[in-house]
């Protein structure tokens, strides 16, 4: 096996609170091979944007990495010192942010922007131009050169998020960041976007860690999928296998909340009963009991452990 | 490169359709204009005593009329332009600097540094300004640079207030973040990213603070702790005339009407770039 492009090794943040310490991430361990599309997900507060906050080490100033490694190309990207890390953000990380509508500086034109982030380039004006332009038309933007004299509020939403991905590819990064980019979109453009990251990727041969609740996304566009719940990664594998033999309980009420299964016309959308334990004062045991049907004694009182294989659950009951 | 040029040009624009903010510019080209020009267009020389001709209407030699020491009106004003703008030149254009570059550090440095900046900026502020230059004044005697001085210590505070908050709002914006994330460094950010989003409101600030400091120099130069006597301003134009008033109105005409026509055109084109740069104005395009 290859050596990952990302590996993260036993990874924990913790943020100090007033009410307390909150254990947002636990143990977490993570590979990205290169030239893969992994998938998060999980719902809200389940600790996916910590996690990639601390991958490119913008952790919030009361969050504190309480064990674990993440490392990059074989360098632990938390022994970096701030210069270190800053070379490597937008470089050979880069990121793709939810938002396009406020993800892009709203004075400064799209040639501007797309320019300047080339900065660390000796090249030429015209040739960091050109190369932006090159780009603007991988994503599929219609007349770029055009575009480089318009400002973000010309652009719709789907031609933003195209220039966002446009600047995040500009430097060939080895893996792309994409905290949920579809999900201010609507679905035609969500659909078009995933096509093109695909393509983009088959084209650059980055790995992409792609950040989405949205499970028909994953599904389409990732090889690999992670769940996440409540700062724990309790299912991973491969696309197919976790969509179609979820092992984890919590994985299948996810998948049967995704409104494109439900087949009966219904006023009343499947939920998953319950709420998240809170991340101050963890139950022990298994975090998803309390709202697990298939709870037996052993799991209030045991941690259950990530399986080995290439199909991981964190299960104590199912799946054995 | 482009950008820059369409903003002026996109100010332009904007200035051609509002009338007011038109006349405001017209105002304010031909004040900077006579006051470069002073000496040419000057009729006399401003500082030339003609005590058998004082206190005289205008006639079509002194079309001001004369002063209580004969010397010429208009002459004296537009002299007198020439000390009010370059006050307002010099002392807006540091101050401005120093506040943009003391609030940049306190909205966007650690949160200790914005206190102690926060707490020395309402200190400053907290003096009234004509007390403040009165001390300052017993101190070092007047002088125009102690005009200059005393504008720029207590206009900094207003800059930097100012500056600070919009940093602190656009600190935690998305691209923002999204500049950080692709690897931006903090100078990097401020200069390229926060500085042409708080360029608008600066310059329209500016733009309007330019009759308060002409004022604040005409009224320091009024109680004598401006510019020194024989040197023209219209504050010094005014105190002269005030007392002898009753024997000729013109020299407070022609002092008082140069301030009125300062403050009428930078307002009315401060108002006017405000509304062509508001953005919240401006977002004509929308999607396409």
Excluded at chain 2, 101 to 127: E, H, N, Q
Excluded at chain 2, 189 to 200: R, S, Y
Excluded at chain 2, 216 to 238: D, N, R
Aim: charged share 20%; with cysteine; glycine share 8%.
């Amino acid at each position: 096996m290859a050596t990952p492009v990302l590996d993260i090794r036993d990874l924990s943040v913790d943020y100090q609170t007033d009410r307390g310490v909150l254990h947002a991430l636990r143990h977490i361990n993570l590979q990205i091979e290169a030239g893969r599309i992994v998938g998060i997900v999980g719902e809200s507060g389940c600790g996916k944007s910590t996690l990639i906050s601390t991958i490119i080490r913008l952790l919030a100033p009361n969050a504190t990495i309480a064990a674990g490694a993440v490392h990059f190309k074989g360098r632990n990207l938390l022994d970096l010192d701030p210069d270190g890390m800053r070379a490597l953000r937008g470089n050979e990380i880069s990121m793709v942010f939810q938002d396009p509508m406020t993800s892009l500086n709203p004075v400064l034109s799209i040639g501007r922007q797309m320019t300047d982030i080339q900065y660390r380039d000796a090249s030429s004006k015209a040739e960091k131009r050109a190369r932006a332009i090159r780009l603007l038309e991988r994503v599929g933007l219609p007349d770029p050169a055009e575009q480089l004299r318009r400002y973000p509020h010309h652009l719709s939403g789907g031609m933003r998020q195209r220039v966002a991905i446009a600047m995040a590819l500009m430097t060939q990064p080895a893996l792309l960041i994409a905290d949920e980019p579809t999900t201010a979109l609507d679905a035609t453009l969500e659909v078009q976007i995933i096509e093109r990251l695909k393509q983009l990727q088959r084209d650059f041969g980055c790995a992409i860690l792609f950040i989405s609740h949205h499970l028909g996304v994953i599904a389409e566009l990732c090889d690999e999928v992670v769940v996440m719940y409540a700062g724990e990664l309790v299912e991973s594998g491969s696309t197919r296998d976790v969509f179609l033999s979820p092992r984890h309980p919590y994985t299948r009420k996810l998948l049967e909340c995704d409104p494109a299964r439900i087949q009966k016309a219904s006023r009343n959308l499947p939920v998953i009963a319950g709420k998240l334990p809170d991340l101050v004062d963890l139950p022990r045991g298994c975090v998803f009991r309390e709202r697990c049907d298939l709870a037996v004694d052993v799991c209030t009182r045991e941690q259950p452990r990530l399986d080995n294989g290439d199909h991981r659950a964190a299960c104590h009951v199912s799946g054995r | 490169m482009s950008s820059r040029s369409g903003f002026f040009a996109e100010i332009f624009a904007g200035l051609k359709k509002d009338p007011l903010g038109m006349t405001g510019l017209v105002i304010v080209v031909v004040l900077l204009l006579a006051s470069i020009f002073a000496a040419q267009l000057a009729p006399h020389d401003p500082l030339e005593v003609d005590v058998y001709n004082r206190l005289q209407s205008p006639t079509w030699q002194h079309w001001l009329g004369t002063d209580q020491l004969g010397r010429d009106v208009l002459s004296r004003v537009l002299f007198g332009g020439r000390v009010a703008l370059k006050v307002a030149l010099v002392a807006i254009s540091i101050s401005l600097s120093v506040g943009l570059l003391l609030g940049m550090l306190a909205g966007f440095g650690p949160a200790w540094l914005d206190r102690l900046l926060v707490i020395c900026f309402d200190t400053l502020r907290s003096f009234p300004t004509i007390m403040f230059a009165l001390a300052i004044v017993a101190l070092t005697g007047p002088s125009l640079n102690t005009v200059i001085g005393v504008i720029i210590i207590t206009s900094i505070p207003v800059y930097a207030r100012i500056v600070r908050t919009q940093t602190q709002a656009l600190r935690d914006e998305d691209f923002i973040l999204a500049e950080r994330a692709m690897g931006a460094s903090t100078a990097r950010i401020l200069g390229h990213h926060i500085l042409p989003n708080i360029a608008a409101p600066l310059l329209i600030l500016a733009s309007m603070d330019v009759p308060a400091v002409v004022g604040m120099e005409a009224g320091l130069s009024f109680l004598g702790l401006g510019v020194s006597p024989p040197t023209p301003s219209w504050g010094s134009i005014l105190n002269d005339g005030y007392s002898y008033l009753r024997n000729s109105p013109w020299p407070i005409l022609a002092g008082g009407l140069p301030l009125i026509l300062v403050t009428l055109g930078f307002t009315f084109f401060g108002e006017s770039l405000r509304d062509i740069l508001d953005p919240k104005l401006r977002k004509k395009g929308g999607s396409s």
